[in-house]
């Protein structure tokens, strides 16, 4: 079945040093979005991309899907304490169910 | 949030007993879902809802049953829970079509003893 891979599994970073989370599909996307979760929170919607090679940015925040529409990528610049999370990245397989990848957890050092 | 409400916020079960959660929305979207947490593993859809009385099978269906009697309710039961089950629920919606977008309830912390 299809798989999301998700990378790092965390990343610490001082204040203001930015941080890149990549996502990998093991297969062809028709979409991927991104979620935020704040520990003990849920997951919160934070974007979803559709085309191929799209770019969207988000204040500090910049979404890419890859060409072959099966790669994508979170990057923030300059993180601040407020980016402490986990970031999920998910997309729908042909069964009509969506996989998400094992999330990448972020904190900032101040 | 959605209008997404999740009973109850916090179990604690016997091992053998049945469970039921749940999912209740306030703004009558089609799309519901059930989701399990766990470390390491993200989220994993349990089962899922187009509408009333329409529902399938996720990627870790074994062991849960749903029900969708009502637009605005989505339970999810153990049928009989087991330790395997302990985990964080969530109920989720997505606003206009399947595999979009979606808003998370505020999750159910299950733990089976």
């Known amino acids: 079945g299809q798989q999301v891979m998700q990378i790092p599994q965390y990343q610490h970073v001082q204040e203001g040093e930015d941080f890149t989370t990549y996502c990998n599909s093991s297969?062809?996307?028709?979409?991927i979005q991104w979620y935020k979760q704040r520990p003990g929170g849920h997951p919160v919607f934070l974007i979803q991309?559709?085309?191929?090679?799209e770019v969207k940015k988000q204040k500090r925040l910049t979404f890419q899907f890859g060409e072959a529409k099966k790669n994508s990528s979170l990057h923030i610049t300059a993180t601040q304490t407020t980016d402490v999370g986990t970031y999920f990245c998910?997309?729908?397989?042909?069964?009509?169910?969506?996989?998400f990848g094992a999330g990448t957890r972020l904190t900032v050092k101040p | 949030d959605a209008g997404i409400t999740q009973s109850p916020r916090h179990k604690v079960t016997e091992t053998g007993t049945p469970v039921t959660l749940r999912c209740h929305q306030t703004?009558?979207?089609?799309?519901m879902y059930w989701y399990r947490q766990d470390p390491g593993h993200g989220l994993r859809l349990i089962h899922y809802?187009?509408?009333?009385?329409?529902?399938d099978k996720g990627e870790v269906s074994d062991g849960y049953s749903v029900s969708r009697s009502k637009t605005e309710d989505f339970l999810l039961t153990l049928e009989s829970a087991t330790s395997s089950q302990t985990s964080v629920y969530f109920c989720?919606?997505?606003?206009?079509?399947?595999?979009?977008?979606?808003?998370f309830g505020q999750g159910t912390r299950l733990t089976v003893v």
């Open positions: 989720a919606i997505s606003l206009q079509a399947p595999n979009t977008e979606a808003f």
């Open positions: 297969t062809t996307l028709s979409n």
């Open positions: 991309l559709v085309k191929s090679g």
């Open positions: 998910a997309g729908p397989n042909n069964n009509n169910d969506m996989r």
């Open positions: 703004e009558n979207h089609r799309y």
């Open positions: 809802s187009y509408g009333v009385k329409d529902t």
